[in-house]
């Protein structure tokens, strides 16, 4: 199950971030206009994460640890195959949506912050939806994936919706 849910969150990421090389020794980079100030791993409490559903104990930075440049990204699931995989990026929310990767935008309000749901272009069994919103000058992208669609009731888009309301509490604005 937890093979899944990388393989999953490595798939994602890879749509998201795009594909190129990594070289260097890992460690802790400052804030910059490519390295977003928000991050989820460290911003987001262990409380919010549980209150919306899901286990702290399985949190996955980045992508198989390996930082993405320009990208904070952290992940984590719960017990019913649900990934949670929250994206910081400087890239705006106009740029998100023209990604042509990205299908059936909706602008949805957050309590007064600016947001989009949309989905990823090849999910076709509707398993995974997206919110994006404004977050510290930047964009946060919350995507939740479902790992067993045949045995997932609901709407996918509206639980990651209101996984977001949950966790808006504990986003920088």
Not at 37 to 62: K, W
Not at 139 to 159: K, N, Q
């Amino acid at each position: 199950m937890r093979t899944v849910g990388i393989l999953l969150f490595a798939a994602a990421a890879v749509a998201v971030a795009g594909c190129g090389t990594v070289s260097g020794e890992a460690g802790p980079e400052q804030p910059t206009a490519s390295n977003p100030a928000f991050d989820p791993c460290d911003d987001i409490p262990d409380d919010a994460i549980r209150a919306v559903g899901m286990d702290p104990a399985t949190e996955s930075r980045d992508i198989l640890g390996v930082h993405q440049p320009g990208w904070n990204i952290c992940g984590w699931n719960n017990d019913e195959s649900e990934f949670l995989t929250v994206y910081a990026t400087g890239r705006t929310l106009d740029e998100i949506r023209r990604n042509p990767d990205f299908v059936d935008f909706r602008s949805v309000d957050l309590d007064g912050r600016p947001a989009l749901s949309f989905r990823d272009v090849d999910d076709v069994q509707q398993t995974r939806c997206d919110v994006a919103t404004v977050v510290a000058g930047a964009s946060a992208m919350f995507s939740l994936s479902i790992a067993a669609p045949g045995a997932h009731v609901g709407d996918v888009c509206g639980e990651v919706l209101g996984l977001v309301k949950g966790l808006l509490p504990h986003l920088p604005k």
